[in-house]
C-alpha cells in the first residue's frame, strides 16, 4: 500500500520502538527483509527503525543472525545529552543545581522534560524519585528487564558500581559473586554502554589490574545507588527518610560526576580551538608513588602531538584549602615531567589561586557562559 500511493515521492517511514513490535510479531523481521528486498528495492522510501533496547536492536536488527542483517545503509547511536544541553531544559535554574540536576536525571530527554521549573531542585528529586508515584523510582526495574530476562545479577553488580565498588575485587566483595562470573556480566553491561571500562592515562589497555569502572548514563548511577534497595519502602510511604539520607550524601555522589562534567567541558573547549593545544585523548589517572600512597589526577589530557597534557583537578565543595590543593596538584603532574603541562583547577566558584602557581581556575560560570 505504501510503494502504491507514495512510491514515486521521497517519503520516510519510522518506526518507532521496533523491539516491542517485533517481540509481538515474530515475523516482522522477515516481513521487512521481504519489503526491503522487493517492494521497496526501486522506490525513494527511506525506513527507519527506532529502539531503546540496545540488545534486541544489536543483536535482532544488525546481528549476523537477523533477517536484516546487511541491509542497513546507516546506523546511529543516540547518546544522552551532555551537562550543558541538559540543562536547556532548565534554564532559570542556578549553575550549581544545574549541575546537580544532570548528576541526578542524567542526560535522556524525556527524564529532563519531567522536571518542573517552578519547583526547587529538592522537590523535584523528591516527586520524581521518592514519592509514591514518582515516575522515575520504577524506571531502573523496567530498563533491567527490557534488556534482561534474569537482571538480578546485574543489579547487583551496577549497584556495587553505583555505591563505589569499582573495581573487579570490590565488586565482587560487594556482590558475594565469583570474579569470573562478574567479568562476563561487566562485558554485557559494556556491550549495552550502561557502564565503561577505565584505565589511567598511560596504562596498558591490556593490563586488567588497574581497571576501573563507572556507570555512563547519571540516572543509572542515582537510581542504583539510592533508590533501588529501598523502593519498597518508597512504596509505603517512607520515601522522605530516604530524600533526606540522600540530599545528605549528594555532594559525595556528585564529585565523580564534576569530573566528568570538567572534561566534556573541555571537550567543547577543544572544539572551538580554545585550549592551549588539540586534544588527542580525555581522561584520568591515578597511581602510587615509591612510599607506596596511591595519587590521582580527575583530568588529564594529551595533544595530538604526544608533548603536552592538561591536567586538572576538580572540587564539588563549598570551601576547601585552596592552596594546599594546588600543591598536591602541583607534585602530581610534576609525574609527567617529560611533558610541558598546564594546570587547571576546576570548581564550583571562582576561587583566588596565590603566588606564581600558574595554575588556571575555572568555575561553574564558566562552564554556561
Known amino acids: 500500500m505504501i510503494k502504491e500511493q507514495w512510491g ?42 527506532c529502539g531503546s533496547s540496545m540488545s534486541f536492536m544489536e543483536n535482532q536488527v544488525l546481528g549476523e543472525k537477523s533477517p536484516l542483517f546487511g541491509r542497513r ?45 517552578e519547583l526547587s531542585f529538592e522537590e523535584n528529586l523528591r516527586e520524581l524519585y521518592f514519592e509514591i508515584n514518582g515516575y522515575l523510582n520504577n524506571e531502573g526495574i523496567l530498563l533491567m528487564k527490557q534488556e534482561f530476562r534474569e537482571p538480578a545479577n546485574y543489579n547487583a553488580v551496577l549497584q556495587a558500581i553505583a555505591s563505589g565498588s569499582n573495581t573487579l575485587g570490590k565488586i565482587a566483595g560487594f556482590t558475594k559473586l565469583e570474579s569470573s562470573l562478574i567479568s562476563k556480566y561487566l562485558i554485557t553491561l559494556q556491550e549495552l ?30 537510581w542504583y545507588r539510592y533508590i533501588l534497595s529501598i523502593r519498597t519502602e518508597i512504596e509505603r510511604g517512607n ?13 559525595d555522589f556528585i564529585g565523580p560526576i564534576f569530573e566528568e562534567v570538567s572534561r566534556q567541558y573541555l571537550r567543547r573547549l577543544n572544539g572551538r580551538r580554545g585550549l592551549p593545544f588539540v586534544v588527542k585523548s580525555f581522561g584520568k589517572w591515578w597511581g602510587k608513588d615509591k612510599k607506596g600512597n596511591v ?6 589530557l594529551e595533544s595530538v602531538t604526544g608533548k603536552e597534557l592538561l591536567v586538572g583537578e576538580c ?3 563549598n570551601s576547601f584549602k585552596v592552596n594546599k590543593t594546588v600543591e598536591g596538584l602541583n607534585e602530581r603532574a610534576a ?25 588556571v581556575n575555572l568555575s561553574l560560570e564558566s562552564f554556561f557562559e
Not at 595519587?295 to 588529564?300: G, Y
Open 8 to 49: 514515486d515521492k521521497h517519503l520516510v517511514v519510522v518506526i518507532d520502538e521496533y523491539p516491542y513490535a517485533a517481540s509481538a510479531n515474530k515475523s516482522l523481521n522477515s516481513i521487512l527483509q521481504y519489503v526491503i528486498d522487493y517492494e521497496f528495492k526501486d522506490t525513494n522510501i527511506f525506513l527507519i527503525l
Open 73 to 117: 545503509t546507516g546506523q546511529l547511536k543516540i547518546n544522552p545529552l551532555d551537562y550543558y544541553d541538559s540543562a536547556r531544559f532548565y534554564p532559570n535554574a542556578s549553575n550549581e543545581d544545574k549541575i546537580r540536576y544532570y548528576a541526578c536525571v542524567g542526560g535522556t530527554p524525556y527524564y529532563l522534560s519531567l522536571i518542573d521549573q
Open 193 to 222: 554502554n550502561y557502564i565503561e571500562r577505565v584505565i589511567p592515562f598511560g596504562s596498558n589497555p591490556l593490563k586488567g589490574k588497574t581497571s576501573r569502572y563507572q556507570i555512563m548514563e547519571n540516572f543509572i548511577a542515582f
Open 239 to 251: 520515601g522522605d527518610i530516604y530524600f533526606a539520607l540522600a540530599l545528605d550524601d549528594l555532594s
Open 295 to 300: 595519587h590521582e589526577l580527575d583530568v588529564v
Open 315 to 317: 572540587k564539588w565543595r
Open 335 to 359: 609525574h609527567f615531567s617529560k611533558y610541558t603541562t598546564f594546570k587547571y583547577l576546576f570548581t564550583k566558584t571562582p576561587v583566588t589561586v596565590e603566588g606564581d602557581a600558574n595554575v
